[in-house]
């Protein structure tokens, strides 16, 4: 899954929830979008990643800190950090940004 990562907080060997499979399990800042009417912010995310699986997961703890990155958004916000709906914006901006580059 695309994520653009901040910071790695830490790295444990464990049981990984996400693959069941015993490995080092990264706990990462990663960047996140809120899309609201009228704006676009960034704040960010606190995130497990598994490497087997490339997926980034939360534990009830990292949840509430997400959520509360976000309380002051609401309503009504969407939260994204990857997957299809958030690449395929992604790609949207690098068109409008090759197109104002043209425009200079
Ligand atoms: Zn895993």
């Known amino acids: 899954m695309m994520a653009q990562v ?3 907080v830490a790295e444990d060997t464990r049981v990984c929830p996400c693959c069941g499979e015993s490995h080092a399990v990264q706990e ?3 960047a996140r ?3 609201a009417p009228g704006m676009v912010a960034q704040v960010p995310g606190r ?3 598994c490497d087997k699986a490339d997926e980034y997961f939360e534990d009830h703890e ?8 976000v309380g002051g958004f609401m309503p009504p916000v969407t939260v994204e950090f990857g997957g299809a709906a958030a690449e395929g914006m992604m790609e ?3 068109n409008d940004g090759a197109a104002k ?4």
Do not use: D, G, P, T
């Not at 990292?62 to 990155?69: G, K, P």
């Not at 580059?101 to 200079?104: L, M």
């Open 6 to 8: 901040l910071q790695i």
């Open 28 to 30: 990462c800042i990663i």
């Open 33 to 35: 979008r809120i899309v």
């Open 47 to 49: 995130y497990f990643y």
């Open 62 to 69: 990292l949840h509430a800190w997400n959520e509360a990155q």
């Open 92 to 94: 949207n901006e690098r």
């Open 101 to 104: 580059a043209e425009a200079v």
